[in-house]
């Protein structure tokens, strides 16, 4: 199910990019709300890339934790009185309803297709940048810290997820990031192309009812503690809101009116400069 997810959004990116290719001639030079920049942007892909690495070698490769169970259920007792209170059992039916929230908010940023065509590479380059630092933010932290889900304290755990080491993946909720970072990232792009559309009030808070749900479903599913989904939210928020800030304050500083680009791979795997 998780790599669904990263399929998805990456066809997103993907189709943002591959419509761009055909006026990239247009977008040289002329006005634009968000500025790409090489030096910029190579060090978000970059760093979204580096982190997606040491992810997935300390999980895959080194194996820098231990994900094995013993068969012995956690004590509810050592979980914190906060995080406590919200624990629930396993529920593979709301597990699978958030997961579908998850594609649906990841693909939120197709609505700024009513965007100009020549803003389109702009837009993909900045989803890639922010979806792979807020990936690879998110699974560093996961491959690094040995929390077990809500459900490892109950019966009816997912054997499958304690075979393939995933029961000890509870901090923070990738599914919350990843829903938080389509909303935040539509959001702030939306609004800062539209900036008088009273339409920007429904972007936003039906992005964000979304990502909420997504939370609120992992949590009910008993994937996730609470602590879990308010740190997915903040990654997720956080990633999408600031590189597109980063590109804008280069817009506004530049005069919008440089010719320079970056012509990213929706892979997230090379980059090259165009000047």
Partial sequence: MKKNIFTAVLLCILSINLFAEGNLSKLFGNSEVFKLDPVTDGLLLG??????????????????????????????????????????????????????????????????????????????????????LSYGIKDTVKALVNRPRPYMYSEGYPQKKVDDGDWCKSWPSG????????????SYVFCKYFPDSPWRFAVIG??????????????????????????????????????????????RSAGKSSKSSIQASPLGVSFSVKL
């Fill in 47 to 132: 760093t979204g890339l580096t982190l997606s690495g040491t992810a997935i070698l300390f999980d895959k490769v080194i194996k820098i934790k231990d994900t094995s169970f013993d068969g012995n259920l956690f004590d509810k007792n050592d979980v914190n009185p906060f995080d406590r209170v919200f624990m629930n059992p396993y529920s593979d039916s709301l597990h699978l309803v958030a997961t579908g929230l998850v594609v649906v908010e990841l693909l939120s940023p197709a609505i700024l297709a009513a965007t100009s065509t020549n803003e389109w590479f702009t837009i993909g380059t900045m989803y890639a940048e922010a979806f792979l």
């Fill in 175 to 186: 599914h919350t990031t990843n829903a938080f970072l389509g909303a935040g990232f539509t």
């Fill in 206 to 251: 039906g992005t964000y009812a979304l990502a909420a749900a997504t939370g609120i479903l992992r949590i009910a599913s008993g994937n996730h503690f609470l602590t879990d989904v308010l740190t997915g939210a903040i990654i997720g928020t956080a990633c999408g809101i600031l590189v597109p800030a980063i590109h804008y304050a280069n817009g």
